[in-house]
């Protein structure tokens, strides 16, 4: 029997369990609101966030490679890809484009079209310089170091490197 291949992110989506978008979505909120009323600095709130996106990327790697079945990134371009099609679309339910990569092909941005997120999401002026969906940079970041401990692949550490300078664009503004 042949190995299986790749499957696309639409495939492992359909596939997986999911909780109700709208539960997801309004649990996420009532997160980043007690963290607001608990830590009242919104820089603090931004760094907890991460911290907690970090745990989770950590952990879902290993989902990530046992039901996507993908290979190894052969460069960045590729890495950025896989995350923003079959990442994205197997824990989020959406798909994200990768655009406007710089002239050495280092930094790219990753746009979500869609954000599940931020559905019903309304921030008080208050909320100035928060990172709503600053989660979604530490998971990333979590997932991608553990893959480096997995690899332990100098060549993939550069790639991994890369990657997080662009993290930062999934930080949305107020």
Do not use: H
């Amino acid at each position: 029997m042949a190995p299986a291949g790749p499957r696309s992110g639409d495939a492992i989506f359909s596939s997986v369990e999911r909780v109700n978008a709208e539960l997801f979505t309004l649990t996420y909120g009532a997160i980043v609101r007690q963290l607001l009323t608990d830590l009242e600095e919104v820089e603090e709130v931004n760094k907890q966030l991460d911290l907690m996106g970090y745990n989770i990327g950590i952990r879902l790697v290993d989902e990530f490679l046992a039901k996507s079945n993908v290979s190894r990134c052969v460069d960045f371009k590729e890495t950025a890809e896989v995350i923003a099609k079959v990442g994205f679309k197997m824990f989020l339910g959406v798909t994200a484009s990768v655009m406007n990569w710089d002239a050495d092909g280092t930094c790219c941005s990753i746009i979500m079209e869609d954000n599940p997120l931020v559905d019903f999401v309304e921030l008080p002026d208050t909320c100035q310089g928060l990172y709503y969906c600053n989660i979604l940079s530490g998971v990333i970041r979590g997932a991608l170091e553990m893959l480096i401990a997995l690899m332990g692949n100098l060549i993939f550490v550069v790639v991994c490197s890369q990657l997080l300078n662009i993290l930062s664009l999934l930080n949305l503004e107020p």
